[in-house]
């Protein structure tokens, strides 16, 4: 593949007698729009931790923006963001605040964070809302603010760990044109998302049942094959057999 940013090769986790995440092997390019799907306890979580630098594998080889997952994991962090549904912003901190922070972590100097908190400011219309606890703001917000700090040192990849939940339609619609912004300024997104509807919206996507990858394709080729009118039917024939969820 082209512009390969994520490259796995045998992926494998293991916990003692345990195999979370199987022999995963994919490739995902640059500014791909790449669904990670799976049903709960399928390893999922695992499989984006190892990919994170946040979990060591037991075995197999992989490199994401060019660094190998061993031996180059700070370097990793540096060139990804990270949302996750359960958490992502502090809410005892104001809106300023958190970007603030977040800039800082993400090491943008001051004239660089000035400039993309101006913008990040502008193209979500949060300037009145710049002072006001992120607690006190509507999930919707959160959501979207989230994902703005995720990406605001121009990462390689992002990965979004199911960044929608519980945000009602036209707010996860919203949250999805962010994420065709960032790709199309050339950032990869790794998403796992619940919502059928929004594997839709990817460009490929991968089915995990019992910590192995099961099929992997665009979702118009996906329902072709398995003769399903959606990929909630697609995901339904391959994970309704699954043996471990959690």
Known sequence: MKDTIIKTSMLTKRFGDFVAADSITLEVGKGEIFGFLGANGAGKTTAMRMLCGLSIPTSGEATIAGYDIYTERELIKKKI???????SLYEDLTVSENIDFFGGIYGLSRKDLA??????????????HLKKLVGSIPLGWKQKLSFSVAVI?????VFLDEPTGGVDPLTRRQFWDLIYTASSNGITIFVTTHYMDEAEYCNRVSIMVDGKVVALDSPSALKTYFKASSMDDVFYQLARNARRSE
């Open 81 to 87: 963001g990270y949302m996750s549904q359960k958490f």
């Open 153 to 157: 040192h121009d990462p390689r990849i």
């Open 115 to 128: 400039e993309k908190k101006e913008a990040l400011v502008q193209n979500l219309g949060l300037q009145a």
